[in-house]
């Protein structure tokens, strides 16, 4: 069995951090990233469009990959130098709230981070990918806050009930 560590963008030192403190010593840590185009599908297309297909050497599609595909991998050296033990380091392809699902199956704890709405408190604060892993991974889950909000940001409590008539 083995804790799994989401490590996505903006997120992955408060969930690096809390697998060091949580994670069990003889569990195998595996840093999961979820693989993306990195906008590169994007810009390819853009390029497309705009100047035609001829140029293919001219295309930055293939460029913002490789800069993706670079920046994960320092992301990913990062958080193994800031965990301090061994683990490691596991893409997934495919849909991301699928593929973590899915590699949930077999893990002893899933950790990862809250990323949607982070100034309040209450369920905006998940993003689409997170919510989905959260409602339907078959393990249990570490979800973490990458800052510690206050609690100035609780919603205003519900409405009273309403006046009596006599």
């Not at 969930?15 to 840093?31: F, G, H, K, N, R």
């Not at 994960?72 to 050296?77: D, F, G, H, K, R």
């Amino acid at each position: 069995m083995a804790v799994l560590v989401w490590v996505a963008e903006g997120t992955w030192p408060a969930c690096i951090d809390a697998a060091a403190q949580w994670a069990p010593p003889t569990s195998e840590v595996v840093l999961l990233v979820t693989e993306g185009t990195h906008g590169a599908d994007a810009a390819h297309t853009a390029f497309a469009g705009m100047l035609g297909r001829g140029r293919p050497e001219r295309d930055p599609g293939a460029r913002i990959a490789a800069m993706g595909a670079a920046a994960t991998e320092e992301m990913l050296e990062a958080a193994a130098g800031r965990l301090g033990r061994a683990s490691t380091a596991r893409t997934l392809s495919g849909r991301p709230e699928r593929a973590l699902v899915e590699a949930a199956a077999a893990a002893e704890l899933l950790v990862l981070a809250r990323d949607g709405e982070l100034e309040r408190l209450g369920p905006h604060s998940l993003g689409p990918v997170t919510r989905f892993v959260v409602d339907h991974a078959p393990c249990p889950i570490l979800l973490v806050w990458p800052r510690r909000p206050t609690t100035t940001a609780l919603p205003p409590p519900p409405p009273g009930p309403p006046p009596s008539r006599p």
